[in-house]
């Protein structure tokens, strides 16, 4: 499956920001998605998980409340809804998908059980 990030820019402290993750390839379904992100000079940390059922999500406690995971399968495309931004959510922002997730299993939090990624897209926050 290719992912294609998009949806960061500028943003004020407070703002609010959506961003979208394209698929394409194989069913939209049979996949778990994750978002990640990447300040500089710092490791890649986990966001934000969805299960390819859609039923469960799961956050980071620095994003918890503010930020909402969601999936379209119609549309083949993931969001990352993002509200309340604050200058230490400034970061790359990656999309990624888990191929073919054991049944029952949970959406990973940690990078090297994603099998595809998406280029990342910016976001920065100004205070």
């Known amino acids: 499956v290719q992912l294609q990030a998009s949806g960061g820019g500028l943003v004020q402290a407070g703002g609010f920001l959506r961003l979208s993750c394209a698929a394409s390839?194989?069913?939209?379904?049979?996949?778990?998605w994750g978002w990640f992100r990447q300040a500089p000079g710092k490791e890649r940390d986990f966001v934000a998980a969805i299960s390819w059922s859609g039923a469960n999500t799961y956050y980071a406690d620095s994003v918890k409340g503010r930020f909402t995971i969601s999936r379209d399968s119609a549309k083949n495309t993931l969001y990352l809804q993002m509200r309340s931004l604050k200058p230490e959510d400034t970061a790359v922002y990656y999309c990624?998908?888990?191929?073919?997730?054991?049944?029952?299993?949970?959406?990973?939090?940690?990078?090297?059980?994603?099998?595809?990624w998406g280029q990342g897209t910016q976001v920065t926050v100004s205070s």
């Open positions: 990624a998908a888990e191929e073919d997730p054991y049944p029952g299993t949970a959406p990973p939090t940690q990078m090297n059980e994603y099998d595809y």
């Open positions: 390839g194989r069913t939209f379904s049979t996949y778990h």
